[in-house]
């Protein structure tokens, strides 16, 4: 991916809803004719901050995105609704649709932006590390040569970290939207349904674990391009799974994320395998 190409392409408005195309830089790991969770968090992101910016000076403290199916890679109509109107805390609610179906639906809590003099002692210390510095990997259970995987850059940390945790560090290489840059909560939006990729404990090719949601909150703004995750997956025999992470940007953490998974043992093929 190159820093000019875009994983959606703006394609007007109709019947309250603005319109994207999704270009294959969205493709998912399970379909190869579905998109990644993180592009289309962070593009229902965006609509609500864009809405949120027309009513005040305020910031994302929280969203939470919930797949209801499987998005196709295709034409998404967003549409923005109010949910909690309010001066200091503000709730958004997006929905996209794909040919008039509900695919996702995210709702925001946004916190107006205030000069609050809180005692430095209760300020979280700085943890600098420069991703930079760590191998580059790629997510390598991806079955399309041109996907997500290829869209964001990947650095894994080097130290030993017990099964089921991981450590990474992602980069959208080029734009959310062609022709504007990402905003740094459209950053952390792309990179943190990934949590599901990084540190995995079930092997990819004998189980699926498909996230049917995220939660990220956050308590301080992404500086810079890379977003840290250091997750750690917890799986258990009913069927249910839970990703927990950290996220972090170069010099410290900035928040968390979490996903409930869905755990499925893949039907074996005609061959046994």
Do not use: K
């Amino acid at each position: 991916m190159r820093p000019d190409d875009a994983l959606y392409l703006p394609d007007g408005e109709a019947d309250r809803a603005v319109r994207f195309i999704a270009t294959p830089w969205t493709r998912g790991p399970w379909d190869m004719r579905t998109q990644h969770g993180g592009p289309p968090t962070a593009l229902m992101v965006r609509a609500m901050e864009r809405r949120a910016a027309e009513l005040g000076d305020f910031q994302l403290a929280r969203v939470t995105a919930d797949f209801l199916r499987a998005i196709p890679i295709a034409a998404c109509d967003l549409v923005v609704e109010p949910l909690r109107p309010g001066r200091r805390a503000l709730g958004l609610q997006c929905t996209l649709a794909v040919d008039g179906r509900p695919c996702a639906r995210a709702s925001a809590l946004f916190i107006r932006r205030a000069d609050v003099p809180v005692p430095p002692e209760l300020a979280l210390p700085d943890d600098p590390l420069d991703p930079r510095g760590l191998p580059e990997h790629t997510f390598d259970f991806f079955p399309d040569p041109v996907g997500y995987h290829t869209a964001i850059e990947l650095r894994v940390g080097t130290c030993p970290l017990e099964p089921g945790s991981g450590d990474g560090w992602l980069r959208l290489r080029g734009r959310l939207v062609a022709g504007e840059a990402p905003s740094p909560a459209q950053r952390v939006a792309v990179a943190a349904d990934a949590i599901n990729g990084v540190g995995f404990a079930l092997e990819f090719a004998r189980w699926t674990f498909v996230n049917a949601d995220l939660t990220v909150y956050l308590h301080r703004e992404l500086e810079g391009e890379y977003v840290r995750l250091r997750t750690r997956h917890i799986s258990q025999p009913d069927g249910r799974g839970l990703v927990d992470a950290v996220l972090g940007d170069r010099r410290g953490p900035i928040g968390r994320a979490l996903e409930a998974q869905l755990l499925e043992p893949r039907q074996p093929t005609a061959q046994g395998g």
